[in-house]
């Protein structure tokens, strides 16, 4: 018989130690959330059925920001403290019966998942498992004067990490024990389950499995974050569209008054149809009229954003990152230099990039061609991006 695994991921902590603004599991990696990272580990991992989320009850909105479109179950709020928080996920946890649950802090979004099968695998065979690694700093206890009182045999000494892996029943009920002896205390579960006599083996942990706590511990992940994302690549986008009926032309996201419209099937945007072609070329993913075929009558009429937001969102779900976003805009009228910052602001907004990654040119035609006669607009883009670096 298969056994069902499941998973509980806390995240009920205040982070306060890596400063920002936010709790640090909603602070991003690579313009990920920790969180997000984090749960789609077991979202996405195939020996994991359920995952379950516990987070502090002020950050309702945070999490449904973050985690929009993972399969996860309805989070629940945490305890007091971490211990009253993963006896909350077992308790949500409880009714599906799972056999096996491994207990994850949100704090750590680079778990493989090689170690999560390990997680499932020494589980399955001894009940209780925590992953961990050797020490190979020498290891010294101090007295309160702060001088060398003993040194440790390194041989005997493991870190200790999460996933912590367990039959369900039995960290469950030493979860209830714990509690009733009025313990709250334990910081992993590892250590409630040798209080309550449950023996706990070590399966191998992964250097790269780093909680991230201090502010140095973010900008050395993003700092890696940028190292793996090797791969740029560049792809280009070019759009046309007709003049026509109306009393205003949609370019860049901005509404610009005209003497005329422009004719087209969504809202007719040359600058984000171009632009979303460039961001589609730089993944080798298509083009726009593939993802949104004109034929499709949810498109007509649609507000191009979406089309420049799928392609970003694209992006992003390749671990990926936009380095820059240019495009040129040719027409003899209507004037596009004073509406050049807000299309620049708009287009950041889109796609989820600062101000200073997106340019907005114009230029005309020298009454040349088709755009010298006003009879339509061009836009042309190019989208740099990167990529995590898989060898070939
Ligand atoms: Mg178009």
Redesign the pocket.
């Known amino acids: 018989m298969t056994r069902q695994a499941a998973a509980v991921v806390v995240a009920g902590g205040r982070g306060v130690r890596a400063g920002g603004q936010i709790p640090k599991q909603y602070r991003t990696v690579g313009g990920i959330p920790v969180i997000r990272s984090s749960l789609s580990l077991f979202a996405e991992h195939p020996e994991i059925g359920a995952v379950q989320p516990v987070i502090h009850g002020d950050d309702t909105e945070l999490f449904a920001g973050a985690t929009t479109g993972l399969r996860l179950q309805p989070s629940v709020p945490g305890g007091d403290t971490r211990q009253g928080s993963v006896r909350a996920g077992l308790e949500a946890l409880a009714p599906l019966r799972p056999d096996i649950v491994l207990v994850h802090d949100a704090a750590r979004p680079f778990a493989s998942p090689a170690l999560i099968s390990r997680a499932v695998a020494a589980a399955a065979k001894t009940r209780a498992a925590v992953p961990g690694l050797a020490v190979t700093d020498t290891v010294k206890t101090t007295d309160v004067a702060g001088r060398v009182a003993a040194t440790l045999d390194r041989t005997r000494l493991v870190t200790v990490q999460t996933p912590q892996a367990f039959d369900f029943a039995l960290l469950y009920d030493a979860h209830r024990r714990a509690a009733d002896a009025g313990r709250q205390d334990f910081t992993d579960d590892a250590a409630l389950a040798e209080w309550a006599g449950i023996p706990v083996t070590v399966f191998e942990g992964e250097t790269r499995n780093v909680k991230l706590t201090t502010e140095d511990d973010f900008a050395r992940a993003e700092a890696e974050h940028l190292l793996r994302a090797a791969d740029i690549r560049t792809g280009a986008g070019f ?3 007709v003049f026509g009926e109306g009393d205003h032309v949609m370019l860049g996201g901005i509404r610009i008054p005209h003497t005329c419209g422009v004719i ?1 099937h ?1 809202d ?1 945007d ?1 600058a984000l ?1 171009a632009l979303t072609d460039a961001v589609l070329g730089a993944l080798a993913d298509g083009d ?1 009229g593939q993802h949104f075929p004109p034929s499709d009558p949810q498109w007509r009429g649609a507000s191009s954003d979406r089309f420049l937001a799928f392609a970003c969102e694209r992006v992003r779900a390749r671990k990926g990152l936009i380095a820059n976003l240019d495009v040129t805009i040719v027409c003899e009228a209507p004037r596009v230099g004073p509406h050049r910052d807000a299309m620049r602001a708009r287009i950041a907004a889109i796609a989820g990039v600062a101000v200073d990654r997106v340019a907005v040119k114009a230029t005309t035609s020298e009454q040349l061609g088709f755009t010298g006669r006003r009879e339509g607009l061009v836009a042309m883009a190019t989208a740099t991006i990167r990529l995590p670096w898989v060898a070939p």
């Open positions: 759009d046309v569209h087209g969504s007719a040359v149809h726009i």
